[in-house]
């Protein structure tokens, strides 16, 4: 199944910006960042449950979490525009 | 149907903000905003069409605008963490 995961977090901090490192860090493990904060992660429905509560221990009181389960068939469900699919926060893309 | 739209765009600049504010009073039309660039809109498939169709319009060359598919049935595919379920830029929330 493929999760969507959209993190919010005031990125104006250093601790903000810590947590989103921390986050994108962890979510790569199981998919790709496609957006700055929006991660998209291909795992079974057990390793997502381990994945949320990794995530949900890793976040700020004020950040905002959300997921969205695409499920298996998900290919159809994607649309992409833009000048990039993917997104890497260290400069360079994987293509 | 229920579509999750993403937008990554440089908010450093005043360009970039103003790009997202204009995106964002669109898909509020259909919806609501639920981080800073994360929107989720309710609409038939023929209404999406355009409203995809606009803010590709409005996107800038730099920008990646994702939409994700959540079908008709999605009250269950959707979880949030964190302080508060709705996002409003202005400061307040719809609750």
């Known amino acids: 199944m493929l999760t969507v995961i959209t993190y ?3 990125t104006e901090t250093a ?3 810590r947590r989103l490192r921390k ?3 962890h ?3 199981y998919g790709q960042r496609v957006q ?8 079974d429905a057990a390793t ?3 994945i ?3 995530l949900i221990a890793m976040m700020g009181e004020d950040d905002s979490l959300r997921f969205y389960d695409l499920g298996n068939n998900y290919a159809g469900k994607i649309e992409h525009y833009g000048s ?3 997104y890497e926060a260290e400069g360079f893309l994987s293509l």
């Open 8 to 10: 919010d977090v005031n």
């Open 15 to 17: 601790e903000g910006r």
């Open 23 to 25: 986050v994108a860090r």
């Open 27 to 29: 979510c790569v493990n």
């Open 36 to 43: 700055n904060s929006v991660f998209e992660c291909v795992a």
């Open 48 to 50: 997502m449950v381990k």
């Open 52 to 54: 949320k509560a990794d």
């Open 84 to 86: 990039h699919e993917t």
